[in-house]
């Protein structure tokens, strides 16, 4: 997908380069933090301190670095300013979002499994450094879906079927299987022409472990490309399926969580980037067009059984907006005490750069059978409660809320 961002609400003007990782160093977007800056120039310093001052020239050396270690300690002081902005709960979409390491999230095409009040992400991890010849799944963790700890690469995985050059692992979603005490990880397996339509099967036994393959399937014999998770409410497992001949599938998994059951239902319609949410006793179904990473403006459809029928699809947003550059990939429901409401995760595809693939999260309206995205902005949501804010700001740049708009 090219970023049109003359006409987009999105726009990276605070950073000046289009890489994650350069934005990070520059501290546009996500400082240094104290474990990266004063601990080595303290050590310099006792180091020269200590050792060095021997001469006149190691003199002159001595008050070079004690004025470095000053503007060290600027910078650092500057750093700790942006790491207290970013220590709000605010989630802003397009934006790099740096983990607990200060590096950006790389959980691309994710989804999230809840256990208890701890929020698991999990996603495609394409770090720049990878080995090329291996696959990623990158797993974090949050209590407020702001924050998020790296927990590890959970899959490192070099080509399980000799696939050859380019194969494909994409889209990971974990289930788990609390009778067997087990994570399983479903994932899109293909190779560089998404021609076998796989579907990879990994497993563990933590939820951030080491996940190892099992195997991969064609789920009852059908093709399948993107995949999507839908856990209904009394834990039955789903996995939602991309099938290019005949549109798309809502399958059950088997008691172990390690294939299919049954397929509930073929949805004639040719959508991708499949999410599905059960919400005020109604199921909503989101989904991309195929246009591979280019965005287009995805649709909905709603039943009031998993089994349909399944109501005209619709869109989600401006159909001019493109989804607003981005292409659905989980729906998470987020329980509180005050009320319930949904979140919208979305990619916004840097193909050229998958790394610096951002992520467009917004809180949805949805409810009697209609479901709309908002415009995107900054946005913070209460746990708890499970009410969100969303944060208006002067369409200058200038961050300063000038309205904010509880629930919805
Ligand atoms: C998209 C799909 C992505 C990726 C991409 C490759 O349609 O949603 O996950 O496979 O194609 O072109």
């Keep these: 997908m090219k970023m049109q961002f003359k006409n987009s609400w999105f726009r990276r003007s605070s950073c000046p380069t289009q890489s994650a990782e350069a934005c990070l160093l520059l501290g546009a977007q996500k400082p240094s933090t104290a474990a990266n800056c004063p601990i080595d120039l303290q050590k310099a310093a006792q180091y020269l301190v200590f050792v060095r001052i021997k001469s006149l020239t190691n003199f002159v050396f001595f008050l070079t670095a004690v004025f470095l270690v000053g503007c060290g300690c600027k910078t650092l002081n500057f750093s700790r300013q942006t790491n207290a902005n970013l220590s709000t709960q605010t989630i802003r979409p397009g934006t790099v979002w740096p983990d607990d390491r200060g590096r950006h999230i790389q959980a691309h095409g994710a989804g999230i499994l809840k256990l208890g009040d701890t929020f698991y992400l999990f996603g495609e991890d394409r770090t720049q450094t990878n080995d090329p010849e291996k696959r990623y799944v990158a797993c974090y963790s949050s209590h407020d879906l702001s924050h998020w700890h790296f927990c590890r690469q959970v899959v490192q995985l070099?080509?399980?079927?000799?696939?050859?050059?380019?194969?494909?692992?994409?889209?990971?979603?974990?289930?788990?299987?609390?009778?067997k005490r087990k994570f399983v990880m479903y994932a899109h397996l293909d190779d560089n022409i998404y021609s076998m339509a796989r579907v990879a099967v990994l497993e563990c036994d933590q939820v951030d472990g080491d996940y190892h393959y099992l195997k991969s399937l064609?789920?009852?014999?059908?093709?399948?490309r993107d995949l999507g998770q839908f856990v209904d409410d009394d834990g039955t497992p789903y996995l939602l399926s991309e099938d290019r001949p005949n549109g798309f599938r809502i399958y059950q998994l088997s008691e172990d969580y390690l294939s299919i059951a049954k397929d509930v239902c073929l949805v004639p319609e040719?959508?991708?980037?499949?999410?599905?949410?059960?919400?005020?006793?109604?199921?909503?179904?989101?989904?991309?067009?195929?246009?591979?990473?280019?965005?287009?403006?995805?649709?909905?459809?709603?039943?009031?059984?998993?089994?349909?029928?399944?109501?005209?699809?619709?869109?989600i947003a401006p159909p001019e907006m493109k989804?607003?550059?981005?292409?659905?990939?989980?729906?998470?429901?987020?329980?509180?005490?005050?009320?319930?409401?949904?979140?919208?995760?979305?990619?916004?595809?840097?193909?050229?750069?998958?790394?610096?693939?951002?992520?467009?999260?917004?809180?949805?309206?949805?409810?009697?059978?209609?479901?709309?995205?908002?415009?995107?902005?900054?946005?913070?949501?209460?746990?708890?409660?499970g009410e969100f804010t969303l944060i208006k700001t002067i369409p200058s740049g200038n961050k300063t809320p000038v309205r904010t708009e509880a629930n919805q």
């Design 323 to 385: 989804t607003y550059g981005s292409q659905s990939t989980f729906l998470l429901k987020v329980v509180g005490t005050k009320t319930t409401n949904v979140v919208f995760m979305a990619d916004l595809w840097e193909p050229d750069t998958l790394w610096d693939s951002r992520y467009l999260w917004m809180p949805l309206r949805i409810g009697d059978g209609k479901l709309w995205l908002p415009k995107p902005c900054d946005w913070k949501i209460n746990i708890g409660t």
């Design 158 to 179: 070099a080509d399980p079927e000799h696939i050859g050059t380019g194969w494909v692992l994409e889209r990971p979603k974990v289930y788990y299987n609390a009778s």
């Design 270 to 315: 040719h959508l991708e980037g499949l999410a599905l949410v059960h919400y005020g006793g109604l199921y909503y179904v989101v989904g991309s067009h195929l246009t591979g990473w280019d965005a287009n403006p995805n649709v909905y459809a709603t039943a009031s059984s998993l089994t349909g029928p399944w109501s005209a699809f619709a869109d």
């Design 218 to 224: 064609r789920p009852l014999g059908h093709e399948s």
